[in-house]
């Protein structure tokens, strides 16, 4: 299993260049249908900021996926509504628009089908269904104007689809360009440490990159079966299994049900990856050289040298990128009254 | 009893002529030990959207007084670390700076001291000391190098003193000019309805204007023990007392445990009280029209009709001010590692 699991590895390495490693391009792909203008990137930004999408208005986008730091919450697993504790680490919002399928397990396969989730379910924001949320949104008169301007041609603008639409649009502006790779990428040679370039060409040379390509290092490219999946852990038994308790989660299995997917996970991005402990889908890893070391062995069959973790990490650290200046949103208010009393 | 708390309203009345009703003015008061620097509130608005200072990362000052909204968080009590719920509902951050005490009670004197509560309270930031809080904040070389600059005669900058000023430092800078009601009182006679300015006739004609005082419409110069407190309910007895239990707290008297304090409570502002709904220490009122109606009762035993009620939520409604524009700070982070894992 390790040899056959490896040769797939050491194969699929052979097909990419050390081009596969690309700099953050400016343009993110936009779906033809939900073309980026600036009232919409305005809406998707309250939104995406606004707890009264959650059931007792305490819970937004941005509590799991901050845009003030990581473009998550850096903890194990997120906190929802009451206090319940989700069952995986949340991912980075941070150039999600970069993702080929989106969540642990790939489940929707674009940002707008993701915003739709996280509020109808019942341990993150608890709305009870999204006609609840959208009944909410249209009692504040800000809002509706907003959709109008946003979706013009829309009888009916102040739809899921289009609250959506919005909260995508925004996401595709929270990109993190200008990482010292990406500098170097460009030209600049002293951007990164001669540590950090040792440690870049080392994940080609040992096949992290096989995985870990891209633009997003994050497997786009690879095709495994409708997404950039793959078997985590690949080289099963390692002790590091029973530590981080790896294999509990099935990953994509969950979704598909077929059994070549148990275990299987889209590949996470390499960016901001030092912003972003704890690591793996169950958040148990709690610093990055430890992530390194279990990825070696679980993925690589390698029991990396410390020299050699030193070199990973310092590359990796090569990859935070510059975050974007946000303008913290007004959230429409209603005169006199709240959306979310409780009694 | 109702007739010796009436003759107390009305003779307080009789002391402010209609110009105690004031603009907001653009300084705010600054402590002499605590002047305002530009580093300070950068360094103070990092600290208040910063969830790592509560115990599992999820709550934030931010949280429970929004300021991409009312300052607050529009529930009838705000929602601590794993789920817990507050015993009151959360004063609004906006213009506190010109509250003389703070918090319902008036337990803290100044912004500074108010900063240090919720950190170390169980049920809202949940901090086992303040130690611990700064034990993380030293982790992070980004706040270091913050607090260095911020306060550069200190030895030891990094303390929760230095974070309390920097965070009431930002705090000050919280303030909602130019509501319809201050370009009114600086000369613009067109910036209020005629129905508002009905209402601020009617507000200083019953007695209202008694206690919702000064610039911040909360009782500043009424000198009424240490701080600017009054009775509520003041005429005792009303259906309202019950259906909406405003007489379960009993107010400053939990700090103070002097029986004079039982059921007093600080005058809270007016301003943007259209958009701080649900009311009253308990959050148990959910509209503003209500909250009018309960106070005419309550403090000046008055049914008002609801021409009145009207008047006077058209004048409150002029008191909304225009939310300063605030730059998301970028947290300071750490590389490789994180603050708050949980197991």
């Known amino acids: 299993m390790k040899l ?10 052979s097909s990419f260049s050390a081009s596969a490693l690309e700099a953050l391009p400016k343009d993110v792909p936009t779906p033809a249908d939900n073309p980026k203008t600036a009232i919409k990137v305005e809406l998707g930004k309250a939104l995406y900021f606004d707890p009264r999408l959650s059931i007792d208005g305490t819970v937004s986008c941005n509590s799991c996926h901050n845009v003030m730091a990581s473009g998550e919450d850096n903890r194990p697993v997120s906190v929802g509504v009451n206090g319940q504790r989700g069952g995986r680490s949340a991912p980075t919002v941070w150039n999600s628009g970069h993702n080929t399928v989106q969540f642990w397990d790939g489940r929707a396969a674009s940002l707008e089908d993701q915003a739709k989730g996280p509020l109808t379910n019942p341990i993150e924001m608890g709305m009870p269904n999204h006609d609840a949320v959208m009944a909410r949104v249209k009692q504040l008169p800000g809002y509706v104007e907003m959709f109008k301007k946003a979706f013009p041609k829309d009888k009916e603008p102040v739809t899921i689809d289009n609250l959506a639409k919005a909260i995508a649009t925004f996401e595709r502006t929270l990109n993190t360009p200008d990482s010292a790779f990406d500098l170097y990428k460009r030209g600049n040679k002293k951007a990164m440490s001669a540590q950090a370039i040792r440690g870049m060409k080392l994940v080609e040379e040992i096949g992290c990159t096989a995985c870990h390509t ?28 029973k530590q981080y308790n790896l294999t509990a989660d099935l990953g994509r299995y969950e979704v598909t049900k077929n059994p070549e997917d148990k275990h299987k996970w889209r590949v996470p991005t390499w960016r901001n990856v030092a912003l972003t402990a704890p690591y793996f889908h169950n958040g148990s890893v709690k610093t990055l050289d430890e992530a390194v070391r279990v990825m070696g062995k679980t993925q690589l069959d390698m029991d990396l040298s410390e020299d ?11 990859l935070t990128g510059k975050l974007p200046k946000i303008v913290a949103p007004q959230l429409p208010m209603m005169a006199g009254g709240t959306l979310t009393p409780e009694k």
């Open 4 to 13: 056959v699991c490896l040769t797939l590895v050491l194969g699929a390495l």
């Open 214 to 241: 891209g633009k997003n290092f994050n497997g786009e490219g690879l095709k495994m079966g409708e997404g950039n999946y793959q078997l985590f852990p690949q080289a099963p038994g390692s002790k590091f299994d």
């Open 308 to 318: 050699q973790v030193g070199d990973i990490v310092a590359f990796l650290n090569s």
